[in-house]
């Protein structure tokens, strides 16, 4: 089992910065591909952007290409997301989740891909 803990959610302006941090726990997501996600109030939850689990292929929604980039650290078994010229839209609930199987080379952007999930971290972003 894993246990997923987003952090680094917050209140910012429109146009500045924030850096997410997902801490893994219970396992390594050294082998696992993993992936963000956002849900914001009213709409349903939607793909952000995804690694596989060697940081070798990345997948981005269109909507933030260009200004959030997702990495990892498998050494400390934590995945990040920096995202970038905020917009107002941005605001949502933000989480990780991570997959269950090993050794995956691509990156997903399917929620059901995913087996592992953190409580999510709220990033509001003010115009």
């Known amino acids: 089992q894993v246990q997923l803990v987003e952090s680094g959610g917050g209140l910012v302006q429109a146009g500045g910065s924030l850096r997410l941090s997902c801490a893994a726990s219970?396992?390594?997501?050294?082998?696992?591909?993993a992936g963000w996600f956002r849900q914001a109030p009213g709409k349903e939850r939607e793909f952000v952007a995804s690694m596989s689990w060697s940081g070798g292929t990345t997948n981005t929604a269109g909507s933030v290409k260009g200004r959030f980039t997702i990495s990892r650290d498998n050494t400390k078994n934590t995945v990040y997301l920096q995202m970038n010229s905020l917009k107002a839209e941005g605001t949502a609930v933000y989480y990780c989740?991570?997959?269950?199987?090993?050794?995956?080379?691509?990156?997903?952007?399917?929620?059901?891909?995913?087996?592992?999930w953190g409580q999510g971290t709220q990033v509001t972003v003010s115009s």
């Open positions: 989740a991570a997959s269950a199987i090993s050794g995956r080379g691509f990156a997903s952007s399917n929620p059901l891909e995913y087996a592992y």
């Open positions: 219970g396992r390594t997501l050294s082998r696992s591909a």
